[in-house]
């Protein structure tokens, strides 16, 4: 959870700076991750709002996941040039 808990603490810490941050799921339910944590998105990618930059989870059992998703389609917002 390294880069959530780095922008999160820019968000928090800077809020003039205009920054969010957000986590983004395939459905609204809880999800364990490779070591155990369980994580519950706040949004997903049926109405992901808008966004600049998207930091993908790395490590294994992400690189068959890898092109699978919608990558904020149906988002009123920017997107990223590229999303893998």
């Known amino acids: 959870m ?3 808990e780095v922008l999160a603490t ?3 810490g800077w809020p003039d700076d205009g920054v969010s941050v957000v986590t983004v799921a395939d459905h609204d339910r809880v999800l364990r991750c490779a070591k155990g944590a369980r994580v519950l998105a706040e949004r997903t990618w049926d109405d992901p709002g808008p966004f600049d ?10 690189r068959s996941r890898l092109g ?7 988002s009123a917002g920017p997107r990223p040039a590229r999303c893998s």
């Open 2 to 4: 390294g880069p959530w």
């Open 10 to 12: 820019w968000a928090q």
């Open 53 to 62: 930059v998207l930091v993908w989870p790395g490590g294994r059992g992400t």
């Open 68 to 74: 699978t998703r919608r990558c904020g389609r149906g």
